[in-house]
């Protein structure tokens, strides 16, 4: 394990990325990074338009004018909730706009389902679609030996899935409601073919990402993936400088492989976010807004902070983040996300924020399908209600079940 631990007690937030030790420009290690952030009047008017249509869809929906602002009220007092405030970054990325990389892209018919989906959920307190967005880890093969990995337990086995099941599954979970779907591993880019088979059968009406390590993302497999329909990437970084990332992912050469990703991403229009487990270390040795800097660097459009959890690789470890720990967190996630000069950064996605104040929306907006096909609320808490492919095998697909096991921890989001 890394140990970059300083005394918690002694904790400074560094805010320059020159004072880091060892930090080593984004931009000259990837080259010129684009800028696809919609700002001033721009900004002001897409804002507009989103909104707009969204009290659109409400008041289609529900149909009567006094019902709608309510409703509409509700649908925005989530976001708010999730984000703190009012989150005004949006960017432009291959002709669509993203505010977040779990958001169908705008505008789009997958979008506007989802705004329906939430009013309807609100009218009629249906839950019955509990997948609109899927996780799926679609191969147990990865070449990664990661610290915090919360598949460890399921890799390097024999596959679960042929071609043909993950077709099956994708239009099992189409069918029952889901117009968002990232797929995972083990490594996804170890099955790019099968991939785009998928994109190019269900793109039209799911929006696809893929989330990686980095390995096997030459240009031409991204290429691949971007003319199939591939609205979007999440690559795992976990450190600015390469030699600790490397040796938490426990394998050489995964951070250049990693950079080359964003950047292939990046040329092929691709809406780029990358992933980081934060742990208690790297937060007590000052090294978040350096990351922060660094991703600003690099372009990327999101980023994904992830707490640690003791599941997979990180079993039985001491490694869930305290109090204090948390609340770093949660000042960087408010101020770098809403203070003026941090306005030309990346959005920082933070769960931990919205699921310990309105609970998660995993089980009910989001379920993940691992590697062995076991269906949970969420990636972090193994909870399997059932597994997909005993119903493939019995060829009873139609039977699988809605009802989850909710997030022990946090309750979901109504
Ligand atoms: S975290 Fe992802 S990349 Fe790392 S070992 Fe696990 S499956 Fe592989």
Request: proline share 3%; glycine share 6%; with cysteine.
């Amino acid at each position: 394990m890394i140990d970059l631990s300083a005394p918690a007690t002694k904790v400074k937030i560094n805010y320059s990325p020159k004072n880091a030790s060892g930090y080593k420009s984004a931009s000259s290690a990837v080259g010129k990074s684009r800028k696809t952030q919609v700002r001033g009047l721009h900004n002001f008017f897409i804002w507009l338009a989103i909104k707009l249509r969204i009290f659109f869809l409400v008041i289609m929906t529900v149909r009567s004018l006094k019902k709608a602002i309510e409703y509409y009220r509700q649908i925005i007092h989530l976001r708010e909730n999730v984000w703190n405030g009012n989150m005004k970054k949006i960017y432009r990325v291959g002709g669509k706009y993203f505010y977040n990389q779990y958001t169908p892209a705008w505008p789009s018919k997958q979008y506007d389902e989802m705004i329906v989906r939430e009013t309807r959920r609100r009218i009629f307190h249906e839950t019955s679609h509990s997948c609109s967005f899927v996780f799926f880890a679609i191969t147990r093969k990865c070449p990664l030996r990661c610290e915090h990995c919360f598949e460890w337990d399921n890799l390097n086995k024999k596959e679960t899935f042929t071609a043909k099941e993950l077709d099956l599954i994708v239009d099992h979970y189409k069918k029952q409601g889901m117009f968002q779907m990232h797929l995972s591993g083990g490594e996804p880019m170890l099955r790019v073919r099968e991939m785009v088979e998928l994109l190019n059968k269900h793109g039209n009406n799911v929006d696809f990402w893929v989330l990686t390590s980095g390995f096997n993302c030459t240009r031409e497999n991204l290429s691949l993936l971007k003319q199939a329909g591939l609205k979007g990437i999440v690559v795992s970084i976990d450190h600015y400088i390469a030699e600790l990332h490397d040796a938490f992912r426990r394998k050489a050469g995964s951070y250049d492989a990693a950079l080359k990703a964003v950047q292939y991403a990046q040329e092929l229009q691709l809406a780029t976010a990358i992933s980081i487990c934060v742990t208690k270390s790297f937060l007590a040795a000052g090294h978040l807004w350096p990351y922060a800097e660094f991703a600003r660097e690099l372009g990327v459009e999101f980023v994904q902070l992830l707490e640690p959890r003791n599941i997979g690789n990180y079993k039985d470890q001491d490694v869930l983040l305290d109090e204090m720990h948390i609340q770093m967190l949660e000042d960087f996630f408010k101020s770098v996300n809403h203070s003026k000069e941090t306005s030309n950064y990346p959005t920082f996605s933070y769960h931990g924020f919205h699921q310990r104040r309105v609970g998660c929306f995993a089980g009910s907006r989001s379920i993940y399908i691992d590697s062995a096909g076991n269906v949970h609320s969420c990636p972090f808490c193994h909870t399997a209600a059932y597994n997909i492919k005993s119903f493939i095998d019995n060829n009873k697909l139609a039977e699988v079940p809605q009802k989850l096991n909710e997030c022990p921890r946090f309750g979901k989001v109504v």
